[in-house]
């Protein structure tokens, strides 16, 4: 399937999701063609009794309370026309980011981890808002587009049906030239998304290798790079604009010929030199109806044409995000056979394969027990498989081969605690971070935990204790004790199962005892603990230790 029609068959999908809204969208719609309608009668009829008939103004209260009636319904249908799209747009959008959430929690971080921030914020963010207009504009008015006019034309065929065959004979031509138009577009909204999906991964790098490019004297370089990218994505967004102007000129062209041509024939029929076929039985009320009714009949089309650059943009967005998600779905046909439950209190390896190369597997067929509340060092050369079978057990990964099950469940599925080798913080206080696993631990949960780690006396000195700030990257804190600041996240959460890589790699004296003393705190409480290591210290702390190496897995 092409990435075109496979994006229509996912906005399709989508668009079940919110059926009764776009429905409702629709019927609003034609409360106001109705009200359109109406109110355009009501304003011809005024006319004529008061310039044909010439009725005085005081004798026409019910037309006049007519005009106004339909003027308030419709605002109130435009108003409801807009609520209802608006709230369909809002609902499609939240199952988009669901999809997108569940399409990252099953790639996993590892994975996720070779993809730019850039990319990924790109299709949250603005992938997700450019399918705002095809539901809420775009979708209901290709329903409106064809029921409004099909309303007015009968109006009109039922006052003169000469001006009705104008109409039917002009509108034709307005869809076939948008969507010979909107054929490039699609194209070109396909090629904006995916040059500013780049763009944006390129910058966000460049921005964060700042300091390692200042140091190899790449800047020039990086900063021409971003130019040519940049210049690119000028360049299709006014190809993109172009197109647009183009179909709103279309339209105008075929529609303001159309209008002119009723109004000439109007013109001429009330004036008595068109005596051909219905123009003899013209009057003034006939024939300004007409004429108030032919640029409505236009208008469903004229906003048809504005909002399909939203189904081109709609379409381009789409096809980005059913690429993402396509990759997960194609991964997971892949995926190993389905999960067996094993012992509720073991974690259970059983055949697991693991290659990122085929000719060297990192694991290969290991079977392997661990027992709950085991202390388990994972010891070996670099590049062993250590890190590999942390992943695997903590669901990071999906194996190439067997079957894995972590007390009874598969993994990732119970909750555990993790400190990788590089800690996780986000910009904000210290308890802003411990607060990511369990958002409603109080501040003395919070204390006793970073306490527990070995930051007791840094907090002291701070001013702001648990609140005061720090960054993405640490800024304020030693590596050892933004080491410890993950590690208190464990502390506050109180996990049963505890995976590290390499905890104590790159660490000061100090900061090891810390990390030590806490470990033995949580082996001590009953936990299972699962750490890779070269630290002898830490291979004393298991009570077992594993060698990884050359793909199998054996006691030490």
């Known amino acids: 399937m092409s990435e075109q029609a496979a994006a229509r068959a996912w906005l399709g999908g989508l668009a079940t999701h919110g059926r009764p809204l776009i429905l409702a969208t629709v019927s609003a719609g034609v409360v106001v063609g109705l009200a359109t309608i109406a109110q355009m009668a009501f304003l011809a009829g005024i006319i004529h009794q008061g310039i044909v008939a010439e009725v005085p103004v005081k004798e026409l209260p019910l037309l006049f309370t007519g005009l106004v009636a339909a003027i308030l319904v419709r605002g109130i249908a435009q108003g409801l026309q807009a609520r209802f799209a608006a709230r369909c747009s809002r609902k499609i959008r939240s199952e988009v980011r669901r999809q997108l959430n569940r399409c990252w929690q099953t790639t996993g971080p590892v994975a996720m981890g070779q993809i730019s921030a850039g990319t990924l914020a790109r299709e949250w963010l603005d992938h997700t808002d450019a399918l ?71 910058f966000l790098d460049k921005v964060r290798g700042l300091t390692t490019l200042q140091l190899f004297g790449q800047t020039e370089p990086a900063a021409e790079t971003l130019r040519k990218r940049s210049d690119d994505y000028r360049r299709v967004s006014m190809k993109t604009l172009r197109v647009a102007f183009l179909s709103s000129a279309v339209l105008e062209f075929f529609s303001s010929v159309a209008i002119a041509v009723v109004a000439i024939y109007i013109g001429f029929g009330l004036l008595g030199y068109i005596t051909y076929g219905p123009s003899e039985d013209l009057t003034l009320f006939s024939g300004l109806l007409v004429l108030l009714l032919a640029p409505e009949f236009f208008q469903p089309l004229r906003l048809l044409s504005q909002h399909y650059h939203d189904r081109a943009a709609a379409m381009g967005a789409g096809a980005e995000i059913v690429a993402r998600l396509q990759s997960v779905e194609a991964a997971n046909l892949a995926s190993p056979e389905a999960f067996q439950p ?83 913080l986000v910009h904000g206080s210290w308890a802003d971070n411990l607060r990511l696993t369990i958002p409603d631990a109080t501040d003395i949960a919070i204390e006793t935990a970073l306490r527990q780690v070995g930051l007791g006396s840094l907090l002291n000195s701070r001013e702001r204790g648990i609140y005061s700030k720090t960054t993405e990257d640490g800024q304020g804190l030693s590596g050892g004790q933004a080491r410890r600041l993950s590690l208190a996240r464990v502390f506050v959460a109180n996990y049963d199962l505890i995976l590290l890589d390499e905890p104590t790699a790159g660490l000061d004296s100090d900061s090891e005892i810390y990390i030590l003393e806490a470990l033995h705190k949580l082996a001590r409480a009953g936990k299972t603990l699962i750490f890779a290591t070269h630290h002898q210290a830490l291979l004393t702390l298991a009570n077992r230790t594993l060698l990884v190496t050359d793909g199998s897995v054996q006691d030490a």
């Open 132 to 202: 705002h207009g095809y539901f809420a504009r775009f979708l209901p008015q290709m329903v409106l587009a064809v029921v409004v006019p099909l309303l007015i034309l009968g109006v009109v065929f039922s006052l003169d049906w000469l001006a009705g065959v104008f109409l039917l004979l002009s509108a034709p031509l307005i869809p076939l030239f948008m969507a010979l138009v909107g054929m490039g577009a699609e194209k070109l909204n396909q090629q904006h998304f995916q040059t500013i999906g780049r763009l944006s991964g390129q």
């Open 342 to 424: 094993q012992a509720l209190d073991m974690i259970c390896v059983q055949d697991l394969s693991l290659a990122y190369n085929a000719e060297r597997p990192v694991l290969d067929h290991l079977s392997l027990e661990i027992r709950q509340g085991d202390v388990i060092a994972l010891t070996g050369p670099s590049g062993g498989g250590k890190s590999s079978l942390l992943y695997l057990i903590a669901g990071f990964m999906q194996p190439d081969q067997g079957r894995i099950s972590v007390f009874g469940a598969e993994p990732g599925e119970q909750p555990f605690g993790w400190l990788g080798q590089s800690p996780f």
